[in-house]
């Protein structure tokens, strides 16, 4: 079974960076698509960033400020947060699908690791 586990969350100050880590197992990773969503508090769920072998997508917010990017021979993906504000506080989710194409639904998803950036 698909199994997704983040890391690399904390809190940090305005304007510093974090960097995401998830790791996968049960798939055939390089095969996926795998993304990162975020929910804030009293929010809905949100898009932030994705990655497959058709390429590389972002939400606007955070165009720019974030990179993701994958190693596929330890299956893990990483979110590389720069120029954090306080609205990008969020707990935040990696998801994975088997398909290379971008756009959710995403089938699978790891329990989430906590952001919080401080003003």
């Known amino acids: 079974q698909v199994q997704l586990v983040e890391s690399g969350g904390g809190l940090v100050q305005a304007g510093g960076s974090l960097r995401l880590s998830c790791a996968a197992s049960?798939?055939?990773?390089?095969?996926?698509?795998m993304a990162w969503f975020r929910q804030a508090p009293g929010k809905g769920r949100e898009f932030v960033a994705a990655i497959s072998g058709s390429g590389t997508g972002y939400a606007t917010s955070v165009k720019g400020r974030f990179t993701i990017f994958r190693d596929n021979t330890k299956n893990t993906v990483h979110l590389q947060m720069n120029s954090l504000q306080p609205e990008d506080t969020a707990l935040y989710f990696c998801?994975?699908?088997?398909?290379?194409?971008?756009?959710?639904?995403?089938?699978?998803w790891g329990q989430g690791t906590q952001v919080t950036v401080s003003s």
């Open positions: 998801a994975s699908k088997s398909s290379s194409d971008l756009t959710p639904p995403y089938h699978y």
């Open positions: 049960g798939l055939t990773f390089s095969t996926y698509a």
